[in-house]
């Protein structure tokens, strides 16, 4: 079959797949390639197990895979055949050298244009849909330039706004599709273009076309704001659970006024998942680069809250129990970063579970999505947490499969993450299994406070009055 238009992904990851699987759907006249280095990851999108949860995502990819959607390591020929390259690579916060701990590295996204300016034959659009430094598009042009062949290049930004877990619902109905160019004949162009891609199925009111450098830093800027409403109401719920207040009230009483809006204030243990920290960081090295030290500041304390609501939960929990959480079981209810995903990243439940360890707590931790395997990379990765740093790490965390297993003459529940299940679980068979005192800790409000402890659970929950010690 011939198609109008051939477009190559690089990097099949959380962004990349959803993102071309929708565009496949919506466009059978484009043929669609996502390209990885890691075969494995490649492998996985052509099997039947793809290589990340997402409500929806099979159904979509199972219906264009082999027509007009084609998952690849063919890098450089796929390259050589697209129109239009994407560029959804990883981009980490550095862990070393200039800007350790705050820039992100875009070393992948280097790569990614460096490949692309040896193999390409034809002119072509370089969209950056990875989440970038501002002026980033810069780097990649000027390595593209880098190509002898007297070619054009033109470098687009189109930020994902997609949240994992709605993944699809996100990109079938877009609150908006960015796409940032080049103020010339030729950026107007390839925007026009990328455009006409969004319209097989997004309206035109909803493209938004800004220059390069606003539509870098919308992405960041977006996702800083959300962090910033989340770890407002965090602030809060620590004032409500010290004054008899309740957060979730507080968040109605405020979202109903349409200037507040009132999504993205239900209070939590703490926001996680691979954007909100480490584009808030960026923002932050941006802003102490233009020697703006205010703004940097402003925006880290986003960051800061957020690692006070984690700490502050384990203390909590700990100071409840008696002060001593030592061989105690506790039953960790959650480990994914929010509900309806897999991803680890930066979750919140990892940070409580290393403090608990530190208690020398036994974890018992149930996840309907995550495995044993996942969390121990997260320990590893983000946290540093390995058998050389904690030699107790194997012994003390026990991944259960059965949620009731996990609760099992424990201690203690935590709920971490807000899982439709845990809100309708046997609480009363729970219970029977457990110690006395059983306790509640719920750092998502979902459990139904009053009935838990009619059946005699002590409930916690956060942002709810905690009665004084
Ligand atoms: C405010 C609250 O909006 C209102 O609900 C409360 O009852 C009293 O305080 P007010 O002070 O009258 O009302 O004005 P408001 O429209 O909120 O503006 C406050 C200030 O913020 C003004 O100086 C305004 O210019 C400024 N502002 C507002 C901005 O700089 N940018 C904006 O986007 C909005
Ligand atoms: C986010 C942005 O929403 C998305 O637009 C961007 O493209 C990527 O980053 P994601 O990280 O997938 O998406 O999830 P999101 O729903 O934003 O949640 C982030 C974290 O904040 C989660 O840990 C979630 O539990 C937490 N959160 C969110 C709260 O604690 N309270 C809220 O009210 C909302
Ligand atoms: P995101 O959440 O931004 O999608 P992921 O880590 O889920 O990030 O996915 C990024 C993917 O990009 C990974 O599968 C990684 O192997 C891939 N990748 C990184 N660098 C390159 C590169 N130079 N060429 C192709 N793929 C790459």
Redesign the pocket.
Known sequence: MSFDLSICCMGAGYVGGPTMAVIAKNCPNIRVCVVDLNAKQIDAWNSAELPIYEPGLKEVVESCRGKNLFFSTSIESEIALADIVFISVNTPTKTQGIGAGRAANIKNCELCARTIAKVATTNKIVVEKSTVPVRTADAVRRVLACNDKGLEFQVLSNP?????GTAIDDLEKPSRVLIGGEETPGGQAAIAKLVSVYANWVPSSQIITTNLWSSELSKLV??AF?AQR?SSINSISALCESTGADVSEISRAIGSDPRIGPR???S?VG??????QKDILNLVYLCETFGLDECAEYWHQVIKMNDYQKSRFTQKMVSRMFNTATGKKIAILGFA??KDTGDTRETASAFVCRDLMQEKARLHVYDPQVKREQMMIEFDYTLNVNTTTEPDLEKLITTETDVYKACEGAHAIAVLTEWDEFKGLDYERIYKGMSKPAFVFDGRNVVDIKTLREIGFEVYAIGKPWPKE
């Open positions: 994902e706004f997609l949240a994992e977006a996702n959300l989340v993205f204030l239900q939590s926001f996680g998942g691979s954007c909100f970063f929010k």
